[in-house]
């Protein structure tokens, strides 16, 4: 039986993404820097654990690890889906904020593949790591200048690590969400004029439902993508492809 760590595992995309773990018959670590709520969707899901740790800290990264080690006797995948969204004109953004963006998405990600691979190179047995990026890791919308930079870093990071974790026989690949309704998304898709214009650069004219981008996280982490390392997978409703 698998065990799988899922960051940002109390809300959107990190909960489905724990959930079809789970589902297919994982054992999950649901991590969340909100504690309570990974905690709700531990306890829904079954099979798993709630742990409440900070990605931007090594400390919260190897605990995490650590707990799905202790309780679950090993970690095969990690996915990084932790991160926060903040937007607003470069030429007055705040400075702590920029640098909070990044630690979260950017730092975050990396701690998280870090630690996680570590507990995989002492298994021996490989695994999968899955990143989650953006549309933003390969385009750009005004005010989005943190946002875009972590997101195009975590692209970067996840091709550095899929080169670098290899030998190890780990896999690290990472999916670019477009558009999806979740509630990082919630005011922006709440404001109509908002809504129309982002529906507007999305050929299939609708937000993606956060299962859909857990559904091609669950199959990068499956023997069904055992030869796909450092890919960027979009799962953005055209987007890109417009």
């Known amino acids: 039986m698998a065990v799988a760590l899922v960051t940002g595992a109390g809300s959107g995309i990190g909960t489905c993404v724990a959930e079809l773990l789970a589902g297919r018959g994982d054992q999950v670590v ?4 909100d ?18 740790a900070d990605v931007t800290e090594p400390a919260g990264c190897d605990f995490m690890v650590e707990a799905a080690v202790d309780r679950f006797g090993g970690l ?3 996915v990084a ?13 705040d400075l702590a904020t920029f640098r909070r963006i990044v630690d979260v998405n950017l730092t975050g990600s ?8 570590r507990a995989m190179v002492d298994q021996g047995n490989g ?34 690590l899929a080169v670098d974790f290899a030998r190890h026989g780990i896999r690290v690949n990472t999916v670019g969400p477009g558009v ?18 982002l529906m507007g650069r999305t050929p299939l004219g609708r937000p993606a439902h956060p299962r859909e981008i857990a559904e091609v996280v669950a199959f990068l982490t499956s023997d069904g993508a055992s030869f796909m390392t450092g890919a960027f997978v979009p799962v953005d409703g055209g987007w890109l492809a417009g």
């Open 30 to 33: 649901c991590a969340d820097l």
């Open 35 to 52: 504690g309570a709520r990974a905690a709700e969707v531990a306890d829904r899901i079954g099979n798993a654990i709630a742990v409440a």
């Open 76 to 78: 095969d995948t990690a």
């Open 81 to 93: 889906c932790a991160g926060i969204e903040m937007g607003g004109d470069s030429i007055d953004f």
């Open 110 to 117: 990396f701690l998280t593949a870090q630690r996680a691979a």
């Open 127 to 160: 695994g999968a790591i899955v990143l989650i990026g953006s549309i933003n890791s390969k385009v750009v919308l005004p005010g989005t200048a943190a946002y875009a930079s972590s997101k195009g870093g975590v692209l970067l990071l996840g091709q550095a």
């Open 180 to 197: 999806t309704d979740t509630p990082m998304s919630a005011v922006s898709l709440a404001d109509p004029g908002r809504r129309a214009k």
